[in-house]
């Protein structure tokens, strides 16, 4: 007999995995270890770069399993992290343990997604706090 969860709980993993499955469809894969990677990070490094108020209300937007992850590791009195593109690119590459090349490929996808599952005006007033070649990268068009 499998286990049996309660029904919140139940909740929460078909919600993560909704997003899941739309980040891996985003980046063509059927990976769902790296489609969580690349979330994970994609969280990671937008709470590390803003403000603290601006990454609660953020995280306030997130499925309970995600926030979960949006939260793992943070430590508020480090924050805002100040990196440029180039440290940014980096940061991603070693905590998804993607290619740089696939960065500029990853990222707006992710964001894409993200887009379509917070509420609106969210990502955008996260999205403000970052400098404006790391913002780009996000919102670059995607395929």
């Known amino acids: 007999m499998p286990p049996t969860h309660p029904p919140d709980f139940e909740h929460a993993i078909h919600t993560a995995n909704i997003w899941l499955k739309a980040v891996s469809e985003a980046l063509g894969t059927e ?33 309970d399993l995600l926030r979960g992850a949006y939260y793992d590791g943070w430590d508020p009195s480090a924050v805002p992290i100040k990196y440029d593109l180039e440290g940014y ?6 905590e998804a343990k993607v290619g740089a090349d696939d960065v500029p490929r990853i990222v707006p996808a992710v964001t894409a997604v993200v887009r379509e599952h917070v509420s609106p005006g969210q990502l955008e007033a996260a999205l403000e706090q970052l400098p404006h070649d790391i913002r780009a990268l996000l919102l670059q068009p995607t395929a």
Do not use: Y
């Open 89 to 94: 690119v980096n940061r991603f590459v070693q």
């Open 31 to 63: 990976d769902r270890h790296l489609a969580h990677r690349v979330l994970r990070t994609w969280l990671h490094t937008l709470r590390d770069r803003v403000t603290i108020d601006v990454a609660a209300h953020f995280a306030a937007q997130l499925p």
